[in-house]
């Protein structure tokens, strides 16, 4: 009898903003070889001299500007999708973030225990990179590899430029921005060009070529870069704005490595300085609001905004709860399981 099962992967936020509980979350986070891609020797040399001394501290502090009775939003808002998209399914819907609580390793022996035998993993993340989509995913089969190696599993893939995402982007976007905005910004949570070259298969198109974006290729598939700027035009295509009107950032880079640009900070000040006065950001690489959204953006970047002449930077809210992102989420959970009856009846015809 085969029971199936939806697992929603997020990244995860740490259990509380006490400065040992953000060390906790960070070590875990950062000693992750598909986020800190460099020599395990290396990675610990610099968790241990450079970031654990001071960053905890600091996340915690920003942390504590966003945080709500109920929790960190990522976290808070993560389980009212859960909640919602199961209300919308016959199947139970899992939900298990990569770093902190709940763990992919508890819920995956939770699925297990539970006698799940098809499973339809769910990375809420629109677009490929490694230090997201992919480590979520690797980890989670990790896990069911080592419990149970037998059960079935199907991947939603990055979603960046499905009709149905971008439809459930612009529904949630649409009311809050105005006819009189100078500006709608698209901020990107940046990556190191290294992984951008690293996730190229061929190594030969990804930040190789100056044209490789936007030039057709295979290596598309998992190119972030590309999945970014193809979300930002599926939008302002669905959504009629004016091109001259918006913009393309890449923000919350760590480290001194060149991540993907132009970065947001620097971006936000040059418009103030160039006389920009209203300003919308939205953060398509977000489902959910974060401390990346709510604080580096809707705080810090609003500072970074008026401190050069900007009069107002306002935040849009990612997707959240909004009924068209959990409609598409349940709809596909509800085509997958179709799927699978489809294959049960082929298989049975056959024998
Ligand atoms: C090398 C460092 C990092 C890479 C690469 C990276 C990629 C990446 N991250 C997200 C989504 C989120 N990141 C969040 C927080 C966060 N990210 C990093 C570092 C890298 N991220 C750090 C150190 C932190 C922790 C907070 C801090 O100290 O600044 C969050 C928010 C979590 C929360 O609790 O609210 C999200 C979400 C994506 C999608 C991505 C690659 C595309
Ligand atoms: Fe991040
Ligand atoms: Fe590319």
């Given at each position: 009898?085969?029971?199936?099962a939806?697992?929603?992967?997020?990244?995860?936020?740490?259990?509380?903003?006490?400065?040992?509980?953000?060390?906790?979350?960070?070590?875990e986070?950062?000693?992750?070889?598909?986020v800190?891609?460099?020599?395990?020797?290396?990675r610990?040399?610099?968790?241990?001299?450079?970031?654990?001394?001071?960053?905890?501290?600091?996340?915690?502090?920003?942390?504590?500007?966003?945080?709500?009775?109920?929790?960190?939003p990522?976290?808070v808002?993560?389980?009212?999708?859960?909640?919602?998209?199961?209300?919308?399914?016959?199947?139970?819907?899992y939900?298990a973030?990569?770093?902190?609580?709940p763990?992919?390793?508890?819920?995956v022996k939770?699925?297990?225990?539970?006698g799940?035998?098809?499973?339809?993993?769910?990375?809420?993340?629109?677009h490929?990179?490694?230090?997201?989509y992919?480590t979520?995913?690797?980890?989670?089969?990790?896990?069911?590899?080592?419990l149970?190696?037998?059960?079935k599993?199907?991947l939603?893939q990055?979603?960046?430029?499905?009709?149905?995402?971008?439809?459930?982007?612009?529904?949630?976007?649409k009311?809050?921005?105005?006819?009189?905005?100078?500006?709608?910004?698209?901020?990107?949570?940046?990556?190191?060009?290294?992984?951008?070259?690293?996730s190229d298969?061929?190594?030969a198109?990804?930040?190789?070529r100056?044209?490789?974006?936007?030039?057709?290729?295979?290596c598309?598939?998992?190119?972030?870069?590309?999945?970014?700027?193809a979300?930002?035009?599926?939008f302002?295509d669905k959504?009629?704005?004016d091109q001259?009107?918006?913009?393309i950032?890449?923000?919350s880079?760590?480290?001194r490595?060149?991540?993907?640009?132009?970065?947001?900070?620097?971006?936000?000040?040059r418009f103030?300085?160039?006389?920009?006065?209203k300003?919308?950001?939205?953060?398509?690489?977000?489902v959910?609001?974060?401390?990346?959204?709510?604080?580096?953006?809707?705080?810090?970047?609003v500072?970074e905004?008026?401190?050069?002449?900007?009069?107002?930077?306002?935040?849009?809210?990612?997707?959240?709860?909004h009924?068209?992102?959990?409609k598409f989420?349940?709809?596909?959970?509800n085509?997958?399981?179709?799927s699978l009856?489809?294959?049960?009846?082929?298989l049975?015809s056959?024998?």
């Amino acid at each position: 009898m085969s029971k199936p099962a939806a697992l929603l992967l997020n990244l995860g936020s740490p259990d509380s903003t006490s400065i040992p509980d953000v060390r906790r979350y960070l070590e875990e986070f950062l000693s992750d070889d598909r986020v800190l891609d460099i020599p395990a020797w290396k990675r610990s040399l610099i968790l241990k001299l450079f970031i654990l001394p001071k960053r905890p501290a600091e996340s915690a502090e920003a942390y504590s500007e966003v945080w709500t009775d109920e929790g960190s939003p990522l976290i808070v808002t993560s389980f009212e999708q859960q909640k919602l998209v199961s209300e919308q399914c016959d199947m139970p819907v899992y939900l298990a973030m990569r770093y902190g609580n709940p763990s992919t390793a508890d819920i995956v022996k939770q699925i297990v225990d539970d006698g799940v035998t098809d499973l339809f993993i769910m990375p809420l993340y629109p677009h490929y990179a490694m230090s997201s989509y992919e480590t979520a995913v690797v980890a989670a089969m990790d896990e069911i590899n080592k419990l149970k190696p037998s059960m079935k599993t199907n991947l939603l893939q990055p979603f960046y430029q499905d009709d149905d995402y971008i439809e459930a982007l612009v529904d949630s976007a649409k009311p809050h921005l105005e006819d009189d905005d100078d500006l709608l910004l698209f901020s990107y949570h940046g990556i190191p060009e290294r992984h951008v070259q690293k996730s190229d298969p061929s190594h030969a198109h990804c930040l190789v070529r100056d044209d490789c974006c936007v030039t057709p290729h295979p290596c598309h598939a998992t190119c972030y870069k590309h999945q970014c700027l193809a979300t930002t035009k599926a939008f302002i295509d669905k959504i009629g704005i004016d091109q001259s009107k918006t913009a393309i950032s890449f923000q919350s880079r760590l480290l001194r490595d060149p991540w993907l640009g132009p970065y947001t900070d620097f971006e936000l000040k040059r418009f103030g300085k160039e006389g920009v006065k209203k300003i919308k950001v939205m953060c398509p690489a977000f489902v959910s609001d974060c401390l990346e959204t709510l604080e580096e953006i809707g705080m810090r970047g609003v500072e970074e905004f008026t401190s050069t002449g900007g009069e107002s930077l306002t935040l849009v809210p990612c997707m959240n709860a909004h009924p068209s992102w959990i409609k598409f989420l349940s709809n596909r959970i509800n085509k997958w399981e179709q799927s699978l009856g489809a294959e049960t009846k082929t298989l049975s015809s056959a024998t």
